[in-house]
């Protein structure tokens, strides 16, 4: 019948190799399924380290289960037969029309009408067979295999293929125990490596191709060694592991591992034997010391310079404060024996890139609040090497650098705060020394508020120790001490800072409404009281050495000026307005605040007095850096939440701005994103526009800073608004950089015009006092001399930076490399450590 249709032999055929393959995989798939079960390990040379009689126990395990399902699949296969196709390939057509075609007429033979509906109906299923397609074999095997082996044994295999090669097959040869014929005919051989520890970053070293009959190896390198051949043709002596006889593995073993503890011999008979001596390289103690000594600044922070060496590199560090009691004057509140004090335990600050094997660094940090501040210690340093060896510092005698108060009520605060931590049997006398204090406060409480709060103190306090006072309950009252104390130092020179201001307003006021002969001299007898005041406090809480250590050095930016011509200067303003020349004593007027105000700003207390248009546009662009920072990190927060599937935390992070919605594209807190980055670019646009007229490449630059930046926030909002966040992220950071470079440019653009417009400073008297140009940064901190931003200020307040550095790269590299992270993110972390 097919015979007579062409157009079904090849769906025929098709059909029926596909059903002897469906047969063959049914009946034979555990055989290669062991199969592959057993080259993957070949493959990737599991076999070299495993013992030569599981290798060959798996190997005739294998074979026998290859052979027992081969029988097995063998007797269940069937050939199948071509009707069998045929049948398959009809089922697939509608009403089976191939079957049709062989059926007979039963009703209505010889009827002429009947055989004609009879050849229609034949005519129709044979242009049906014209449909007839190729029907595929059913392979699956979930029945059969209920626990995916051919599965696994097939990523196994896939495995062996990408990571081994298919040369180690071969090497199973070199396993047995009879030998094969190139091992024969070749004689045995054998193979050696020396692996130093990884912390020395010393290369592994390929032992035939040492010629030398003396090698030096780090301690505790790994020695590998490998025969191949007869069991017994090579054997392998060595003592420089320093294991006891009973301890050796037989000379003869094809696999033998040690490392090197001790100098000894390593030597291997046989045919191509060799033989070395070996020398240990020990790995020395690493080292530590002080380099200099320790230096603080008016704020109390120590600065104490180090130098740490190790011969493969310093992996970290501590040092140790101890209270030297044999070195303190033991009067007053000190003369009682202390209350167990606990050393302070700190970690040195180790270079996060470069080499680690010698290294200069200083530890910075502030022990002001502690009790044993302006006290004798004993400090020593600790580093540690990647093999765990310790090495110290000489013991150093010193006194430790706290915070110094000049503020004679604050002084006072500060000593019994310090014999409280002392020990807490001080209690009493603390509580009635400050009952004492404040029992007159007239004279010592410049702020109505002081005498409450230490009142307040000494009630705590005497509340407290007629029971016993507990280690928290002293760190409380203590704390509260110490904010007391700050209020009254800061407080002091607030209050002369008022009053300086205070007189300047009633004498510019009396300037322009005309004054008596007495009245003038009634106002410039309370400004110089007031200027008197305001400077005493100045030099009171000035540190001797700041001018040398923390200052930035001026060179030919700054002002000397002596207490003589200040008061000559008064003099000279009180006699303009008795003669009715008020212009002329207004401008000396403006130049004495001016340099009342500079005076402020050295001392980093600038921000009462009126600013000038570049110190404005400064102030603002810092502002707008601040609020574009934050709005990266919501961004940022924003993508986080996305990536964890657009869940919203419950809770807000400190700092954070209220936002609605997850931030994906199109809900509210997206949009909110979006319209906040818009009216920073509005509002930066606005700051470009009321840059001060400056003239100079550095301004030039500056504003073309700032018109960068201002198309980064264009695009950036657009990002925004699409949802792309990781772009919009991109975009701020190129936002942000283009506004720190137009801060750069800006500072030094100011600080050449006030170059260009100042004088030569000039030095006379005795007592001077300096007046720095209005140079400083957003933040309120000083440009130094070529208006460069920067800071000498602990920015992590106590915190060490390099550490603070290392910790935040080593989360950023973590995140980077879990693969369950999304790709989106992963780029973004990735394009963090490129640019960091």
């Known amino acids: 019948m097919t015979d007579s249709l062409p157009h079904l032999r090849f769906p025929i055929l098709a059909t029926f190799a596909g059903i002897v393959a469906e047969r063959l995989v049914r009946a034979f798939w555990p055989v290669w399924t062991i199969l592959f079960f057993m080259l993957a390990p070949l493959l990737l040379g599991v076999h070299d380290d495993m013992p030569l009689e599981l290798v060959w126990t798996i190997a005739v395990a294998g074979l026998i289960g290859i052979a027992v399902f081969t029988w097995r699949g063998w007797w269940r296969f069937r050939w199948p037969l071509r009707a069998e196709a045929l049948a398959r390939v009809d089922a697939r057509l509608p009403g089976r029309p191939i079957s049709a075609l062989g059926d007979a007429q039963a009703v209505g033979a010889g009827d002429p009408a009947s055989e004609a509906v009879w050849s229609a109906h034949l005519q129709r299923m044979q242009d049906r067979t014209k449909a007839a397609r190729y029907v595929a074999p059913d392979l699956r095997l979930a029945q059969a295999d209920p626990f995916g082996l051919r599965y696994i044994a097939l990523l196994f295999l896939m495995v062996g293929v990408l990571f081994g090669s298919v040369t180690r097959v071969g090497t199973v040869a070199q396993a047995s125990p009879v030998g094969s014929a190139t091992t024969t005919a070749t004689g045995p051989t054998w193979e050696g490596w020396i692996e130093p520890p990884a912390y020395t970053g010393k290369p592994t070293l390929y032992l035939p191709d040492l010629g030398e009959d003396r090698i030096e190896v780090p301690e505790g390198s790994r020695f590998t060694v490998r025969f191949y051949g007869d069991i017994g043709a090579l054997t392998l002596s060595e003592t420089v592991s320093g294991r006891r006889a009973d301890e050796l593995p037989p000379a003869s073993d094809q696999h033998q591992l040690f490392e090197a503890l001790q100098q000894g011999a390593l030597r291997i008979d046989g045919s191509g034997g060799q ?91 502030n022990f002001s609040q502690s009790v044993m501040a302006n006290l004798p210690v004993k400090v020593r340093l600790e580093v540690t090497d990647a093999k765990g060896q310790t090495g110290q510092s000489a013991e150093t005698q010193m006194v430790l650098p706290g915070r110094r108060f000049f503020q004679p009520v604050a002084r006072a605060i500060i000593e019994q705060r310090r014999d409280l931590l002392w020990s807490t049997a001080n209690a009493p006398r603390v509580a009635q020394l400050l009952r004492a204090i404040s029992n007159r406060p007239d004279g010592f409480f410049r702020n109505e508020a002081h005498f409450p709060m230490v009142r307040g103190v000494v009630e705590a306090l005497e509340a407290k120790y007629e029971g016993g006072l507990t280690d928290e309950e002293r760190d409380e009252v203590a704390a509260l001490m110490w904010e007391l104390a700050i209020e009254f130092e800061e407080g002091a020179l607030a209050d002369a800072r008022e009053r300086l201001q205070r007189a300047q307003d009633r004498l510019a006021e009396a300037m322009r409404n005309g004054a008596s002969a007495a009245e003038i001299q009634e106002l410039m007898d309370e400004l110089r009281d007031a200027t008197n005041d305001y400077m005493q406090m100045l030099a009171d809480q000035m540190d001797p050495n700041e001018n040398s250590t923390d200052q930035p050095d001026g060179g030919g930016e700054t002002m000397q000026f002596t207490q003589d011509e200040l008061n000559a200067l008064m003099d000279r303003i009180q006699e303009l307005m008795e003669e009715g020349r008020m212009a002329e004593a207004a401008v000396l007027m403006e130049q004495l605040n001016q340099l009342m105000e500079n005076m402020k700003m050295t001392q980093g207390e600038g921000q009462g007095g009126p600013r000038s248009p570049g110190q404005k546009s400064m102030e603002d662009l810092g502002e707008t850096l601040r609020d574009q920072q934050q709005l990266s990190d919501d961004a940022f927060r924003d993508l986080q939440d996305q990536f964890n599937g657009g869940q919203q935390e419950t809770e807000q992070r400190p700092g954070e701005t209220p936002r609605d919605g997850d931030g994906t594209n199109g809900d509210p807190g997206q949009q909110n994103l979006a319209d906040r980055q818009e009216a920073l670019r509005q509002m930066l646009e606005e700051q470009r526009r009321n840059l001060p007229n400056l003239s100079g490449d550095e301004a030039e630059a500056a504003r073309r800073a700032i018109e960068q930046a201002e198309r980064s926030m264009d695009r950036a909002e657009d990002a925004l608004r699409r949802g792309d966040m990781a772009e919009a992220i991109d975009r701020q950071a190129e936002a942000m950089d283009a506004l720190r470079e137009g801060l750069r440019e800006l500072g030094r653009a100011i600080a050449q015009s006030e170059r260009d417009e100042s004088g030569q400073g000039q030095q006379q008297g005795d007592q001077t006092a300096q007046a720095a140009p209005r140079q400083s940064d957003p933040l309120g901190r000083q440009l130094g001399t070529e208006g460069q931003s920067g800071t000498d200020q602990n920015l992590l307040q106590g915190e060490d930076i390099y550490r603070r550095a290392g910790e935040l790269l080593d989360e950023i590299r973590r995140r980077s490399a879990e693969l369950d992270r999304p790709e989106d993110e992963r780029n973004y972390l990735r394009r963090l450590l490129d640019r960091f």
């Open 275 to 365: 033989a070395w001596d070996v020398s240990i390289v020990m790995d020395g103690m690493p080292s530590v010391e002080l380099t200099g000594p320790a230096l603080s600044n008016a704020e109390g922070q120590m600065t104490l310079p180090f130098r740490a060496a190790d011969d493969y590199g310093v992996t970290g560090g501590s040092a140790t404060v101890a209270i030297d009691l044999a070195q303190i004057d033991r009067r007053h509140g000190l003369a009682i024996d202390p209350d167990p004090i606990a050393p302070l335990i700190v970690d040195l600050p180790i270079p996060i890139t470069g080499d680690r094997a010698a290294f200069d660094e200083a530890l910075i940090d």
